[in-house]
């Protein structure tokens, strides 16, 4: 059993793209298990002890219709004492006034059932309106844009995955 559990919804790719990066740059599947939301029980969660949430926005500020479907089930898991990090991918151009804001709905509702955020991270390099993601001045968790800045991706990947070894202890 690794140590890290990946939780993601994605529906035209991008976001498991990412996990797939995620995931070998802590180790490979060792260290992080993907699941894809789609096809997670409750029960799944329990095995971890650190978490990461991965969720695009949609239809102008909405969950990915995955989580939206799982999103009621979130209230069935107990999140006290994990580590939670949150990441997603939007469109900052095209969608200015709720850039990122799935990661915000679910990293609050995370947090009211116990669950601690780890991997905030800054809103420099950015250019945006409105962000539902973006609390006391950063993001909760990392901010990918592959539509306007698909050539920063990797990078903001590697620095925050070195952020989490630390935050996770892993
Ligand atoms: C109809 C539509 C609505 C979108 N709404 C938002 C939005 O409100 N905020 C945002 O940041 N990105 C928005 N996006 C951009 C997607 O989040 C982005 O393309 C994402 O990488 C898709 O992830 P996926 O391929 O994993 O599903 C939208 C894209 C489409 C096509």
Not at 56 to 62: F, V
Not at 87 to 106: C, E, R, S, V, W
């Amino acid at each position: 059993m690794s140590k890290i559990g990946l939780f993601f919804g994605s529906t035209t790719g991008k976001t498991e793209l990412v996990t797939e990066i995620i995931q070998k740059e802590f180790g490979g599947d060792d260290v992080v298990t993907l699941h894809n939301i789609m096809d997670a029980d409750e029960d799944d969660f329990a095995d971890y002890q650190y978490l990461i949430i991965g969720c695009p926005t949609w239809n102008i500020g909405e969950l990915q219709s995955d989580w939206e479907g799982f999103f009621p089930q979130l209230d069935n898991i107990d999140f006290k004492g994990k580590k939670v990090a949150y990441f997603g991918t939007g469109d900052q151009i095209g969608y200015a006034d709720n850039f990122q804001d799935a990661m915000g709905i679910l990293e609050e509702k995370i947090t009211e059932l116990g669950g601690t955020t780890v991997g905030y991270w800054p809103t420099d390099g950015y250019d945006f309106n409105e962000s539902k993601a973006v609390k006391n001045g950063k993001f909760v968790g990392l901010a990918l844009d592959d539509d306007n800045q698909s050539d920063l991706t990797d990078e903001r990947i590697k620095a925050w995955v070195a952020q989490l070894k630390k935050e996770f202890g892993v």
